[in-house]
């Protein structure tokens, strides 16, 4: 960890400014409580204090060292208190020799010291307390910060991961299907067969590269829409008609990537899959109140199916728009008449 | 030789092209009904009495294996799909191949040739199916309804409508609520594949709706009786009281 004061010009600061202000605090003690002493008592303050100072900067390195994860409780203790001794010590020492140094009423200053002895302990542990509160406090601060961070760094991974499982697969059914009718044209109708080989080809394009989260424009999420539409058709010929409304100024919003494409899975599924009558998927896009509507419509057989849907498609789109929209998206479906509906609200300007 | 009157079953056109192409060639097979749906096929079969049939299993209105299920007289089947997960449960039907779809034309012929065999003489190539059989099954999801035959219509009976099943020989018997329809099936089938959530196996004999119970009552010494909203009051072994509380947690 780098110093938390010599590496900042602000703290840097604030550092000295408190030490001036314990530096007159302790000079108006002592000349209130040993006025006589006034000419010995400011420079002894400040000479102590800048030398206080300078022990506490470096005590940063023992407190960043003492401080590594699973260190016992007892021995965290018994290390500060064993640094803490050693810096009143030598500060005292240092202070008392430099003084008698540089001070010519050397007599006067023995007397002093020994008057001030037992407030300086007392100065100095208050002052080894502030700095070991300050360091501590310090170093929690960067922990909380930094476990933030991981916790969010892993609550993206975790969002990306399950984005990434919930973008639909492509459905086995509809593949081995496909090309089978491939394979039938290829004899009946060569044109139509390659016209649907290269359908597939682009659809499985779009499909397989969209693995990273990066938003499609509406257009081109439509564009691969039909290409998977025009392949069922194929399949199924006239039992499956489809039919767009779709507001040319909607086009340009981005969504997720293959988000709409298990909606239509599921009205080929239930409506085509199911019935013999002709199924209608009904496509609506359109602009309220800065929100896209997306409706999509397909007639079904109202009688008991053969497997009841799982409803994983529909969940798996709420859940994707969940995640990436919150609760500025919403979808709703429901069933009438023979008639069942999806409605999906996506604000235009999102990404 | 007298033809092989054949009928293909499929909800997509280009795969009865197919079908219908590999065929051309083969002189001893004749076409005599093309289908789109369960319903149609059902029909079709009942009445031509066909030798050999060509059935897609995802259909509207009927499903190829549910299909098979009401069928009194079998003509001799390939299943045809696009998907495995149905492979096994073709050959419980006595198919005597199936084809996953798009499949090359020898594979087609051998399975022809399989039924022309069978058709023929009677035997049975039964390799392929043993081969499945090994295969770990994959779990099923539940079922959503019961087709049922009675006379000459096919009812689509929907799970929720089901009281009880009671075993009976070889056969089950359903109680709905619109009646009662025997089918050939085992309990096990049942046990296997109505939604557990719904469904309590309380007897060897008796696979109950829970939603049908009102109340369940001693009898005897340790046996009990479970009373249905219709009145109608059916044995709980003990093993079944068991399963019972685990699902209504009593």
């Known amino acids: 960890m780098k110093h938390p004061v010599l590496n900042n010009r602000v703290r840097l600061i604030v550092w000295w400014l408190v030490w001036l202000f314990l530096a007159s605090g302790q000079t108006l003690l002592f000349y209130y409580a040993f006025g006589k002493f006034a000419k010995i008592s400011i420079p002894d303050t400040i000479l102590s204090l800048i030398i206080y100072s300078g022990i506490a900067l470096s005590l940063w390195y023992p407190f960043s060292y003492f401080n590594k994860e699973g260190t016992k409780p007892i021995s965290l203790i018994t290390n500060l208190v064993a640094s803490g001794a050693i810096s009143i010590t030598l500060w005292m020492v240092l202070t008392k020799s430099i003084m008698l140094l540089v001070l010519p009423e050397q007599n006067n200053y023995r007397e002093y010291w020994d008057a001030t002895f037992p407030y300086r302990i007392g100065t100095g ?29 892993l609550e993206s991974l975790v969002k990306e991961t399950e984005l990434k499982m919930l973008r639909s697969q492509i459905n086995p059914h509809f593949l081995f299907n496909s090309l089978n009718s491939v394979s039938s044209l290829t004899i009946t109708d060569p044109e139509k067969a390659r016209d649907m080989v290269i359908k597939l080809s682009e659809f499985m394009r779009y499909a397989l590269s969209k693995k990273d989260e990066q938003p499609v424009s509406l257009r081109s999420e439509f564009e691969n829409l039909k290409l998977y539409l025009d392949i069922e058709k194929v399949r199924f010929g006239d039992k499956l008609f489809t039919e767009d409304h779709i507001d040319e100024n909607c086009l340009e919003t981005k969504i997720p990537a293959m988000l709409l494409q298990p909606l239509y899975e599921n009205a080929i599924k239930h409506g085509v899959y199911e019935s013999i009558e002709l199924v209608k ?24 199916s053969s497997k009841k849907g799982t409803g994983t498609g529909l969940l798996n789109v709420a859940r994707r728009l969940e995640l990436y929209y919150g609760n500025k998206a919403s979808i709703n479906t429901t069933k009438e008449n023979g008639i069942y509906t999806v409605t999906l609200y996506i604000p235009t300007d999102y990404f | 030789m007298k033809k092989i009157r054949t009928v293909i079953i499929d909800d997509e056109a280009p795969a009865r092209e197919i079908i219908k192409h590999y065929l051309k060639d083969l002189d001893s097979i004749e076409i005599i009904a093309e289908c789109a749906d369960g319903f149609c096929g059902l029909k079709s079969i009942s009445f031509m009495k066909p030798d050999l049939v060509f059935l897609d299993i995802q ?192």
Do not use: C, W
Not at chain 1, 281 to 304: F, L, M, R
Not at chain 2, 201 to 213: D, G, L, P, Q
């Open chain 1, 125 to 153: 542990v208050f002052i080894y307390g502030l700095i070991v509160l300050s360091y501590y406090l310090f170093i929690s601060l960067i922990n909380l910060s930094e476990k933030k961070a991981k916790e969010a760094r």
């Open chain 1, 281 to 304: 998927i009904i496509t609506q896009v359109k602009i309220i109140d800065g929100h896209v509507e997306i409706t999509i419509s397909n007639n079904y057989d109202s009688g008991p």
């Open chain 2, 59 to 250: 259909m509207p209105r009927l499903t190829g294996i549910e299909l098979v299920e009401v069928l009194t007289e079998k003509p001799v089947i390939i299943f045809i799909t696009a998907y495995d997960q149905f492979a096994l449960k073709a050959f419980e039907l006595n198919a005597v191949d199936y084809l996953l779809k798009p499949f090359p034309k020898i594979r087609f012929l051998d399975a022809v040739n399989k039924a022309i065999d069978k058709i023929r003489s009677g035997t049975e190539n039964l390799e392929p199916a043993n081969q499945l059989l090994a295969k770990k099954p994959e779990p099923a999801s539940p079922i959503n309804r019961v087709v049922v035959r009675k006379g000459n219509s096919i009812n689509l009976i929907p799970i929720e409508q089901i009281k009880y099943v009671e075993a009976q020989d070889d056969y089950v018997m359903i109680y709905h609520s619109s009646g009662k329809a025997l089918k050939q099936q085992t309990m096990k089938y049942y046990e296997d594949n109505l939604p557990v959530a719904d469904f309590v196996r309380i007897h060897r004999s008796y696979i109950v709706s829970v939603h049908e119970i009102n109340r369940i009552e001693p009898y005897g010494k340790d046996n009990h009786v479970a009373i249905l909203h219709s009145g109608d009051k059916l044995p709980v072994s003990r093993s079944g009281y068991k399963h019972l509380k685990e699902e209504l947690n009593f």
